[in-house]
């Protein structure tokens, strides 16, 4: 578990990591991961769910003829908001 936490963190040293030859991490990607490129945040569903999400919890309730289809339909299946009347809402 500290090898987790102190090597293969966020930014992971895997030059440090006593066990990289039999890392699963690096089978798939030799190269280490803090050179991967990562997928950018802006535009993505993920950002937009909570987008989403915010104006649901400070507003009270969203129609669903003003939300993104898609973060809606994620929302409603993960029970983080309640699909009622044309409305998005914040479970009770």
């Known amino acids: 578990m500290e090898l987790g936490q102190r090597v293969c963190a966020v930014r992971p040293r895997c030059g440090e990591c006593p066990v990289r030859e ?10 280490p991961a803090a050179r991967r490129r990562r997928r950018p945040f802006a535009g993505s569903l993920r950002q937009r769910r909570g987008q989403l999400l915010r104006r649901v919890l400070a507003d009270g309730e969203v129609a669903t003829a003003d939300a993104d289809a898609e973060a809606a339909a994620g929302l409603v299946e993960d029970g983080l908001v309640v699909l009622a009347d044309g409305r998005l809402l914040a479970p009770r």
């Open 22 to 31: 039999g890392c699963a991490g690096t089978a798939a990607d030799p190269e």
